[in-house]
């Protein structure tokens, strides 16, 4: 993959989330990630980028290793990474960016879940 390929891609993202109303620290931040990735690509000699190159360059930025995209992530210096790194990857496979992240799916707490119903005599209908 070439260096105009990658900066091509970068500059889409940046632009679509710009018009979807990014805030400009956020557009910062993650052109500041995608500046600080191409370096690290130039200077291992990488030349394809895919989601394990990427957890890769997570792991060498961070000290925390993940499986995959979808991890469930509770550390900001990982987000900080991941969150741009995905529209990147998904930009540079389908041509369009993808602004869904990831999806999780969130079960109650037992606190959330109501207790059950006791049937009253008030409340029967007869």
């Known amino acids: 993959m070439k260096e105009q390929e990658i900066n091509d891609a970068i500059t889409a993202i940046t632009e679509s989330l710009k018009n979807r109303g990014a ?3 956020r557009l ?3 052109r500041h990630v995608y500046n600080v990735f191409v ?3 130039l200077e291992n000699s990488i030349a394809r980028i895919d989601e394990n190159i990427c957890l ?3 792991y060498h930025k961070t000290g925390v290793k993940l499986e995959r995209f979808e991890c469930v992530v509770a550390n900001s210096r990982v ?3 991941l ?3 995905i529209l990147l990857v998904r930009y540079l496979d389908s041509g369009q960016v993808q602004h869904e992240m990831r999806k999780t799916m969130l079960t109650p707490s037992q606190n959330d879940q109501k207790p059950p119903q006791k049937m009253t005599s008030d409340s029967r209908e007869e």
């Open 79 to 81: 987000d900080y990474r």
């Open 83 to 85: 969150r741009p790194l």
């Open 56 to 58: 890769d360059y997570i």
């Open 39 to 41: 370096k690290y690509l």
């Open 23 to 25: 805030s400009s620290e």
């Open 28 to 30: 910062k931040s993650y």
